[in-house]
């Protein structure tokens, strides 16, 4: 089925540990993003990506590594967990700035 | 002070009932509005764009007024199933950098029987 899909959808780690968090669309949309939300901050945009090699940082991104070298997947790195990156993490996709498209959403929780 | 402003809620209202959120914005350059609905643990989904004359889409009304830099959002005939949290997002665009879209905090609606 065509549509935006996110994984794992839970996930538990140990501070320091590296985790990647995966992000695949169908629409074949430009634009990809990740988020994250907190109690108290709303949806905070991590990185964003307007295409194939191109992404750029948001308003939260230390911490962060991301990559798109397909234009479907927008995988989203922590490089070395921390507690505070506990958080609920949705990646969106997009044809263009206006109406975007969640997944999901990937529940991570580091110990 | 916060981009987007929203009162969290969460607003208890029956079944039927009319509810209207608001929300303000800081940015006077901010250029596109929208509501999402998210429920429970769940994604956020676009519910409905925010024209300056104002929209309407079913039982759902959406104002903005730009001179007070604030947008709201009508639900009449509240049903049980509008329960959820409303998203106000702004979209503002930014010389050099591509726009940028600022979610508020939501403001919950709890409908009961």
């Known amino acids: 089925d065509a549509g935006i899909t996110q994984s794992p959808r839970y996930k538990i780690t140990e501070t320091g540990r590296q985790v990647t968090l995966m992000c695949h669309q169908t629409?074949?949309?430009?634009?990809m993003f990740w988020y994250r939300q907190d109690l108290g901050h709303g949806l905070r945009l991590i990185y964003y990506s307007a295409a194939a090699d191109i992404t750029d940082k948001g308003e939260v991104p230390d911490g962060y590594v991301v990559s798109r070298s397909k234009t479907e997947n927008f995988p989203l790195t922590l490089e070395s967990a921390t507690r505070s990156q506990t958080s609920v993490y949705f990646c969106?996709?997009?044809?263009?700035?206006?109406?975007?498209?969640f997944g999901p959403g990937t529940r991570l929780t580091v110990l | 002070r916060k981009e987007v402003e929203q009162d969290p809620g969460p607003f208890n209202v029956p079944e039927g009932a009319t509810v209207a959120f608001n929300c303000t914005y800081s940015?006077?350059?901010?250029?596109?509005f929208f509501w999402y609905r998210q429920d429970c643990r769940k994604e956020p989904k676009l519910l409905m764009s925010?024209?300056?004359s104002g929209n309407e889409d079913g039982r759902f009304t959406a104002q903005l007024n730009r001179a007070s830099q604030y947008i709201s959002l009508l639900i009449r005939d509240s049903k049980l199933s509008d329960s959820a949290t409303y998203l106000c997002v702004v979209r503002t665009s930014y010389t050099g950098t591509a726009s940028k879209l600022t979610f508020g905090t939501g403001t919950r609606l709890q409908v009961t029987l």
């Open positions: 940015n006077s350059a901010s250029q596109s």
């Open positions: 629409w074949s949309h430009s634009y």
């Open positions: 925010v024209y300056s």
């Open positions: 969106a996709s997009a044809e263009n700035y206006n109406e975007q498209f």
